[in-house]
């Protein structure tokens, strides 16, 4: 029997938590959208980065709701794709389809390096010093760390030069991880979703079901973002970056954005900086190893793993932020630990 389009196959298990992927699209199509009008009014110069972003939130029309769209909407991004990994690690995604995993990683690690770069760019005080202790790391590298270093930077330390590269990259980067992002859904819906469609199925209507659904969580996504920007548009702002950048005073704390913190308490649980950087480099290359594992099933012991790996999350995310005195230091250490464990599970 041949079925109309609207009418498919679907589990009965499908539910809201399968919307992620549409709305990380919906909100990766703002980022695109507003960035692009955002850039036609930016001048990546040391002279005006930094009064240049005030310029467009008071000279351009609506040019504050596109700033702190484009900021917050950053972290309101990592928020639904943390919980988008979350999900497929819950499911066993990386052993049901590796090939569509692998691509959802690569444009994960694209984004990471799209939104550090993107971080820098107002220059503010903050900014400034997070990215020159985060360019500093590749100085590990043998024998041509530091010949790396002053080529990410154009000069001897982070300057106009610095701030030209990251702006062309940040620019240039989203259009890579759009490409990558297409694949993925490609071998998605070659392959199919991880909720598999069982003897006990139930033939509903698209249109009348799930398109509503993802309507749904459109407007919730939209309602959110929206309350951000108009109620508590700098809640999530770090203070000092309220200060125009100076590269002679170095912050008593320098803390990365939330989304950023779990790696920077993984880089920070090791003195040696060596050790540390390796450490972070295993936590790059997590989610890809996790698809060269052999399958597994959907066991109740794996899902409580991976319940227990997000709350662990949730903790390492928090004592990123917090100094390196006892007894977070211990926690960094340990929590770091059970972070890898569904490596070894």
């Not at 990546?44 to 000279?59: A, E, G, L």
């Not at 909720?195 to 407007?219: A, H, Q, T």
């Not at 006892?326 to 490596?343: A, D, E």
């Amino acid at each position: 029997m041949v079925l109309p389009r609207m009418y498919l196959p679907l589990p009965l298990r499908i539910r809201y938590f399968w919307n992620l992927g549409r709305m990380l699209g919906l909100l990766i199509g703002v980022q695109v959208t507003t960035g692009l009008i955002l850039s036609i009014h930016y001048v990546p110069h040391i002279r005006h980065r930094f009064s240049m972003v005030f310029n467009i939130m008071v000279d351009l029309e609506g040019g504050s709701v596109l700033r702190f769209m484009h900021c917050n909407g950053s972290r309101l991004i990592f928020l639904i794709i943390y919980l988008h990994i979350f999900k497929g690690m819950y499911y066993n995604s990386y052993s049901t389809n590796k090939s569509t995993w692998l691509f959802g990683c690569a444009a994960y690690i694209l984004m990471i390096l799209i939104a550090f770069l993107g971080y820098v760019l107002p220059w503010g005080q903050m900014r400034y010093w997070g990215a020159t202790v985060i360019t500093r790391l590749i100085t590990t590298v043998p024998g041509v760390g530091k010949w790396l270093l002053i080529i990410i930077w154009g000069d001897y330390s982070v300057n106009n030069r610095s701030l030209n590269r990251f702006y062309t990259l940040h620019f240039i980067i989203p259009f890579v991880m759009i490409v990558i992002i297409i694949i993925h859904l490609v071998f998605l819906h070659s392959k199919g979703r991880t909720c598999e469609i069982s003897s006990n199925k139930l033939i509903i209507p698209f249109r009348n079901y799930f398109m509503w659904k993802d309507s749904v969580g459109f407007i919730i996504l939209i309602m959110v973002l929206l309350a951000n920007i108009t109620y508590f548009p700098e809640y999530f702002l770090d203070s000092e970056n309220s200060i125009r950048a100076r590269p002679l005073v170095t912050p008593v704390h320098i803390v990365p954005e939330w989304y950023f913190l779990y790696a920077y308490c993984v880089l920070k649980s090791i003195e040696r900086k060596v050790i540390g950087v390796f450490i972070l480099l295993c936590r790059v290359a997590f989610f890809p190893i996790l698809a060269i594992k052999q399958n597994q099933h959907n066991s109740v012991g794996h899902k409580i793993v991976i319940i227990i790996w997000l709350v662990n999350f949730i903790i390492l995310t928090k004592i990123g932020s917090l100094e390196l005195i006892y007894p977070y230091s211990f926690f960094r250490v340990f929590c770091t630990l059970i972070h890898f464990i569904p490596l070894i599970y």
